[in-house]
């Protein structure tokens, strides 16, 4: 019998679906992030959508082409989420309004139209890279192991 090897078999199919896919799940994870203020959704769950696409582009390929296609340091971006977050909650203490006051106003927005922008959106961001940032580096740090 002759041994398998470690080297990776050229998987074309699936990495031509997994490319197209990861789109498509990109696009779903901006609409539930953008939709969670009024219904279902926000940074958590677009964040894991997000994490989900990178781990299908990380299966159909390897962690040195995901790296060299998105050169994320992905620790990072959860320092810089969590920055976020917490810069979004803490200012309305330096406005004297209570802990985690948002603000909102109504804009007149190109193509949109009457739009109201929230002070969440920016904490919902920060949530996002938080959770792309632990779930991959998480994810990473599991395949490195084996």
């Known amino acids: 019998m002759k041994p398998k090897s470690n080297k990776r078999v050229n998987d074309v199919i699936l990495q031509t679906a997994a ?71 803490m200012h309305s203490v330096f406005l004297d309004l209570p802990f985690f006051t948002h603000a909102y106003d109504k804009f007149n927005l190109p193509l949109l139209g009457e739009e109201t922008l929230h002070t969440a959106i920016a904490f919902d961001l920060g949530v996002y890279f938080v959770v792309i940032g632990v779930t991959m580096t998480i994810i990473q740090t599991i395949g490195e192991s084996e």
């Open 19 to 89: 490319v197209i896919i990861f789109f498509i799940i990109i696009i779903f994870s901006i609409h539930l992030f953008f939709s969670g203020h009024y219904s279902p959704g926000g940074g958590f769950i677009g964040g894991l959508m997000t994490a989900a696409a990178l781990v299908l582009l990380l299966l159909a390929f390897d962690s040195k082409t995901l790296a060299t296609v998105l050169p994320f340091d992905y620790r990072r971006l959860t320092a810089l989420g969590a920055l976020i977050a917490i810069l979004t909650a």
